[in-house]
């Protein structure tokens, strides 16, 4: 794929192959040399832990281009400490935060043409990934892994002709339980959530909201997703054991607090409170902000409306472009998220 052919203001959220992508094993106690590949494909033992017990973790991150042409990676050395609390919670090998670092660097700095140009609001977005290798039958961990990381252009995540979407709520299905694995990005979540998602989206939802699988009373996230409130200038997001602690989440509460002066709440939120809230949006690196027009509560026929005339609120608006502005360098790196490939 020739970068040169690419249409940037058409970029979906999709798989594409790009140049290059990065690799390291896992072998004998030790991760190996980063190693530098164009196939797109592996090759692995039929028994490996991650096809049969999910020995799997990954991780979701973005690098834009600036008016002055520099490429700021967003906030990677979090996603490094996140992947490695990820591998410890499924019995992983761990990888240093510096080489997870160094890797990215030098996947962006070899797939620099395929960084969208200023302006598009696209990103090239970065996958890293580690699997664990070792042939097993029986259940325990793996002695081998493969970290894998490869990146693609991509345009906005949603794309509507509205700017608000509707998402919806069921007590049907559990995404994770409270001592599960919830708080980590393990593909075995996503597995989890993909009857309750197809059904949402069979119906018109953008995806689904899960309540704590225990009470079944206060929201939790989306599939991908974490989830906010706006209400008397403060932003309330929930607390929860098993959620992922969105990286988006907390820049968001950052800017809310330091560059809008809101008030910031993480706590629980119980599900009729989504009656009080002014807007509401859903977050992730993917989408930054999916601002919310509505979320039906299919079970029991109650809709929480957020948007009236499908436009984002006037808080969705100012956080997201406070967001974008330091992503994409219109703004100063005041809060230190930003890593520079010049
Ligand atoms: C990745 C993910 C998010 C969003 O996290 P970010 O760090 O903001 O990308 C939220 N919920 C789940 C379950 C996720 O896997």
Redesign the pocket.
Known sequence: MESKSIDWSNLSFGYRKTGINVRCKYENGKWGALTFCEDDTITMNIAATCLHYGQEVFE??KAFKGKDGRIRIFRMRD?AE?MMLSCEGIKMAQMPVELFCEAVVKLVEANRDFVPPYGYGGSLYIRPLIIGTTAKVGVSPASEYEFILFGMPVGLYFKGSKETTPFMLTRKYD?AAPLGT?TF?VGG??AAGMVAGEEAHDLGYSAVFYLDSCEKKYID??????FFGIKNNTYITPSSTS???????RSLQTIAEKILGMKVEKRKVPVEELSTFEEAGA????AIISPIERIDDIDNGISYEFSKDGNAGPVCKKLLQHLQAIQNGDDEDRFGWITYVD
């Open positions: 979701g991150l996603n996140r995404r919830g990005k979540n996503y996230e989306c599939g991908a997703a974490n959620i992922l602690n969105s990286i988006t989440n977050c992730g690196t993917a």
